[in-house]
């Protein structure tokens, strides 16, 4: 499968090294395109047979999926630029761009104008742990066939886990999924602050934050169970664990998160 993606920033060049780290599609086939020769070397640098081109688009005739990886603002204008590029029977057309509806997308195609029909078109929301294989993607989709919708969450499992939702919950999906990961981040951050302070050196603490961290995410995950059964077997009556516990409490931690979420909408 020939792939072309159109953005090497930080979400399109995460997608790029996630793939070539796996075997489903040959680095060979990929080819990233950007505005700045910086990242596009970058990739190269982390595998030569990656194809680069800067600001060329003529990777997307013959591409196969076209994944679009840039700034919301510039979807519209990107969409124009590739339209007549495209070779058909069309290629599935895949954005990242956040808060761009697939109606969106749709009318941006046909806009460009001519008498094909319209693509296969998904949105998608991954985040950046993409590069480890380790995303939770979600994706929505209209007009694409089942074997389409298939292809997509077979590629993007691969790359961590994927889940086909409506439209409609992309935008809480994304608070969770896409901004979450800055808010874990911001909460390692923390816990490696305080480590330092109780006497650990940074990187120490921040490697029992993120393996404890590690920890309690495949713990639920194996167990599904709901997070607080879990705390009742680490928290005893009149220990350190409730304290702290309280002290979260106290200091609006469970608000915070729950107020960070819905501003992230």
Known sequence: ???TIIGGGNMGSAIARGLVTGNTIAPSDITVIDVQEAP???LQALHPDIRTALNDYSSVSGADMIILAVKPWSIHDTIVDIKFRIDYPAPIVVSIAAGVSIDQLNESLLKAGDEHPLPAVFRLIPNTAIAVRQ???LMATKNATPEQQHLLL?????LGNALLVDESK???GTAITSCGIAYLFRYIRAVTLAGVEMGFYPKEAQNLAVKTMLGAAALLDATKENPEIEIDKVT???GITIKGLNE???NGFSDAIIRAMRASR
Do not use: D
């Open 170 to 172: 992309m935008a809480a």
């Open 1 to 3: 499968m020939k792939l």
């Open 236 to 238: 005893t009556p009149g």
């Open 154 to 158: 077979n590629l993007f499992n691969q």
């Open 248 to 250: 979260l409490e106290a």
């Open 40 to 42: 596009l070397k970058a």
């Open 135 to 137: 995303s939770m993607t």
